[in-house]
Structures are given as structure tokens and as C-alpha cells.
T-cell receptor, first 114, second 111 residues
Framework: DGGITQSPKYLFRKEGQNVTLSCEQN?????MYWYRQDPGQGLRLIYY???????QKGDIAEGYSVSREKKESFPLTVTSAQKNPTAFYLC?????????????FGPGTRLLVL | SQQGEEDPQALSIQEGENATMNCSYK?????LQWYRQNSGRGLVHLIL?????REKHSGRLRVTLDTSKKSSSLLITASRAADTASYFC???????????FGKGTLLTVNP
């Protein structure tokens, strides 16, 4: 099956700890995205990557870091600098940069603080 | 910043009725997309309408776009309980490498 997978489904973070959320896609898409969703809110863009070894900050990048070493993978690290990390994190991918490209989403990871 | 704003924030209807959700945005766009999200799940793409299009249909979905008013509407006809979800509009701008999402409309279809 082609698609986007995210793991884990639930993640618990202790105070001062860095945690990494996994996102993998086998759609052969060039672009990948990380969004944060708070209860009752829309999606806010954290980071995005249009090609391997390149990524750009989104609207709320502070306290987060990413890497794009492989086309299939775009992991997100929530660092200890992110003081309010509790949220639902969604990864998405897109084939290219043309007009009319839609994004395909993974099932999400819910991050909770202990 | 979130460009799209959906209206209403919540909508409750009976099965078989039509549901209409609206989206307003602020800047020029290349396209506008509608997504659906079931509770606790990822988003699923429903339909895309380009800036030079005025109306588009897909099954029970009808989307309109009025670029002069910077607004779009999503109509779901003959709604079913399975349509219960949050619906988001997302706008693609000039660079087109990212989408800007609204806060969504929570639709509840009562059986």
C-alpha cells in the first residue's frame, strides 16, 4: 500500500526531554510537511522540505528541528525549548510544486507531556 | 498565520439534509482546497478548485469559488451520519509550496 505512516501514535514527553516523531512516505513525493494542530484549531505549519537535504521554517518553527536525509523520511524533533508541546502532529507530503497539487496526510501523532 | 476562516464553526443537521460551509480568505490564491478530518485522524483531501474556476462537483460535493469576494463554499448534499467530521479549507498562494489552513467547521449529522 502506498501512503504516509507516522509513529508512534501516542508519545509522552518528560520535562526537559527531546522527542522525535517519525514520518515515512512511499509515494515518491518530493515535498514533505509537518503541522501542529491544537484542540479546535486548524493546522499550523512547523517545517517543510521541498527536496532532500533542504528544509524551511514554517510559521511556528521555534522549539522544533527536522532533517531530510532521505526522500522517504522527514523526522520531527520536539526539543526541550518547546514549552507547550502538547498537541496533535500531522505529517503530509506532496508530489511537486505545480498548481493543483494536493497534500496527503499521515494518521498523526498525539504528543502529551508527563 | 491562518488565512482561511470557515463559517460556521459548528453545524448540526439531520441525515438527508444539505450542509453548507463557507470559507473566506484574505490574499490572492492559486487554488483553494477542502479537506475532511475525522476525530483524531489525519486529513483527507476532498476537492480542489483553481482560481480561474467558479464551480466544481465531486459526487455529493459541490464547491464554489468567488475570487472577487475572496470566498468559497462547500455544499454536501443528502448528508449521512458518516459525513460527521471537521472540514477545513486551505489556500495555496503564489509560491504554491505550502497551504494555509482555516480553523475548520465541525459538522455533525444526526441519524
Amino acid at each position: 500500500d502506498g501512503g504516509i505512516t507516522q509513529s508512534p501514535k501516542y508519545l509522552f514527553r518528560k520535562e526537559g526531554q527531546n522527542v522525535t516523531l517519525s514520518c515515512e512516505q512511499n509515494l515518491n513525493h518530493d515535498a514533505m510537511y509537518w503541522y501542529r494542530q491544537d484542540p479546535g484549531q486548524g493546522l499550523r505549519l512547523i517545517y517543510y522540505s521541498q527536496i532532500v537535504n533542504d528544509f524551511q521554517k514554517g510559521d511556528i518553527a521555534e522549539g522544533y528541528s527536522v532533517s531530510r536525509e532521505k526522500k522517504e523520511s522527514f523526522p520531527l524533533t520536539v526539543t526541550s525549548a518547546q514549552k507547550n508541546p502538547t498537541a496533535f502532529y500531522l505529517c503530509a507530503s506532496k508530489k511537486g510544486q505545480g498548481v493543483g497539487e494536493t497534500q496527503y496526510f499521515g494518521p498523526g501523532t498525539r504528543l502529551l507531556v508527563l | 498565520s491562518q488565512q482561511g476562516e470557515e463559517d460556521p464553526q459548528a453545524l448540526s443537521i439531520q441525515e438527508g439534509e444539505n450542509a453548507t460551509m463557507n470559507c473566506s480568505y484574505k490574499t490572492s490564491i492559486n487554488n483553494l482546497q477542502w479537506y475532511r478530518q475525522n476525530s483524531g485522524r489525519g486529513l483527507v483531501h476532498l476537492i480542489l478548485i483553481r482560481s480561474n474556476e467558479r464551480e466544481k462537483h465531486s459526487g455529493r460535493l459541490r464547491v464554489t469559488l468567488d475570487t472577487s469576494k475572496k470566498s468559497s463554499s462547500l455544499l454536501i448534499t443528502a448528508s449521512r451520519a458518516a459525513d460527521t467530521a471537521s472540514y477545513f479549507c486551505a489556500t495555496g498562494g503564489g509560491s504554491n509550496y505550502k497551504l494555509t489552513f482555516g480553523k475548520g467547521t465541525l459538522l455533525t449529522v444526526n441519524p
